[in-house]
Nanobody, 118 residues
Framework: QLAESGGGVAQAGDSLRLSCTSSSQLTRYTMAWFRQAPGNEREFVAAIKWPDDSTYYKDSVKGRFTISRDKAVYLQMNSLKAEDTGVYYC?????????????????WGQGIQVTVSS
């Protein structure tokens, strides 16, 4: 039900914008972005909360990444660093309050690769 787009290869310092669309109205509710680098666990990146659109970020992306939405959910990534490399997933259908835990989300996109070269 979720599909990511907009990934690719970037140089350090560049920007990319990821989009997450839904075949239902899932993106109206609390949504999040996670990422997973090879050999690492999936980690929280950003979330936007329903109904007030409060936003939350992993410390290392604060000031560089922005999550937003209209009918889709977006992740604007500026000043990219090599450590931002990974597969990025959008997630929805929040099951409990711990919005930073992957286990809290029931619906996931297929993931999209972001590679940042230094």
């Amino acid at each position: 039900q979720l599909a990511e787009s907009g990934g690719g290869v970037a140089q350090a310092g560049d920007s990319l914008r990821l989009s997450c669309t839904s075949s239902s109205q899932l993106t109206r509710y609390t949504m999040a972005w996670f990422r997973q680098a090879p050999g690492n666990e999936r980690e929280f990146v950003a979330a936007i909360k329903w109904p007030d659109d409060s936003t939350y970020y992993k410390d290392s992306v604060k000031g560089r990444f922005t999550i937003s939405r209209d009918k889709a959910v977006y992740l604007q990534m500026n000043s990219l660093k090599a450590e931002d490399t990974g597969v990025y997933y959008c997630a929805g259908n929040l099951l409990d309050r711990n919005r930073e835990s992957p286990a809290a989300y029931a619906t996931w996109g297929q993931g999209i690769q972001v590679t940042v070269s230094s």
